[in-house]
């Protein structure tokens, strides 16, 4: 039998809850103890692999324990010298058929309205709320549950009953909830975004793969602020330079069985990177993302594909050049505890390094895998990346500390390195990758 049938029977009553807008949602809210909430609903963890569309950060176990004994102590501590209070818990009930009210009569009637109904709440309405336990599957589902916890996932994860023993257990404290009814996971993450971007402690890896997945291409590209996330993803893709090597927040479990450990870059790591190399390269980015030309709109199809093809060709200049660089320093791609190639000081050495040999190699025509591949291995001859080599060297300034050192390198070989350093000439009948 269904554990949660024997706990609680076929029907968890909620009792009166308030039924009203939230903005331009309908929400119901209520109060319940915090077990409750917890056996009922379930997180819908996000795993780049198992769960791509999943809402909910990977659980810190230390958090959750802190949130229950938090909620536990609370009623044995003074409510005046040591009050204590959570915000609310929000779920969504993706599955409608969950809910029970009681009409007039005080019989059970089903659903009948959901978080978009064009229902006319001027005054809000009090309706007595019930779950019915004998629609929730189980074991709950762990992709796509049919009540998904939308923002209190740590407070929800410690308190689950026992249903295995439930001789003496007692209801936890009684906690705020607010009720969503029949979003989307998509519009899940919109909320869940909408209210943690803001808070410290949220990952950034999980908020741009959120921003990325509900964002169209070219919204992306056209704000030059988020064009490197956009090829961020790009170059993570498979078959591109970074394949395997970005994690993008979330549950660990997936890529770890993927691809043996937990890839060491973050994708927001990468987008800052790629972020200096585009910033650097202001020539290049001139040819690839011009502005619109006299009369054009800047929103025509016409504009918006010139843009789209430059983001393209740019994606496929910085992977060769990544490439490259996988290539010359093959043992620090491996390992990144003994190379600084993929610590934060080495990838952003290296690509403030990309804006000058990009831009270089492309302005002299000279932009193939094989001319990426030999400037490369000339630098691995001359410029090592031990770890044991940048002892202090960290923060902000490594990664220029690191670009410099990677110039004079080369200078001291071969004098007429210094071309890199110098301005290079535009010349604006280069042909785009056509190879």
Known sequence: MNPLISRYTKIVDLGPCVVGRNLNLIVIRGYAPLNVLADLSAPDVYDSVKNPQGTQRDL??????????????????SNSSDPRAFPEVILNARDVNVFRFKDNNDELIELDFNS????????????????????????KRIINPQISRVDGNHRLANAETDLENLEEQEDLPHVPFAMFIGLTAFQERKIFSDINKNQKGMESG?????KIDSSDEIDLIKNPKDRALWMAKQLSMDGMAFEGKVF?????????????EVPPVKINALKRAIA???????????????????GEDSDSNSYLNTLLEGAKDWVDLLNRYWNAVKHAYPEAWQNRKDFILLQSIGLEGFSYLAADIIQE????????????????????????LDRSLFEGIAGAGGGKKVYGDALRAMEQKDPQVTVLRKKIRYSPDKSILDE
């Not at 709320?129 to 929730?136: D, F, G, P």
């Not at 999980?206 to 959120?210: A, G, K, P, Q, W």
């Not at 585009?278 to 619109?292: G, I, V």
């Not at 190699?361 to 001359?382: I, M």
């Open 206 to 210: 999980f908020l741009d793969v959120i």
């Open 248 to 260: 993008t927040g979330g549950s660990k479990q997936g890529v770890k069985e993927m691809y043996g």
């Open 116 to 139: 978009f109904d064009d229902m006319d709440l001027r005054v809000s309405e009090i309706r007595s709320l019930s779950i019915a336990t004998e629609v929730i599957e189980w074991p």
């Open 361 to 384: 190699r492309f302005l002299e025509n000279q932009f193939s895998q094989e001319d990426f591949n030999a400037l490369l291995e000339n630098y691995a001859q001359n410029f090592k």
């Open 60 to 77: 810190t176990a230390s958090k959750s324990r802190d949130a229950l004994r938090y909620a536990i102590e609370a009623e044995i501590v």
């Open 276 to 294: 200096y190399t585009l910033n650097d390269a202001k020539k290049l980015n001139a040819q690839f993302f011009p502005e619109p030309n006299s």
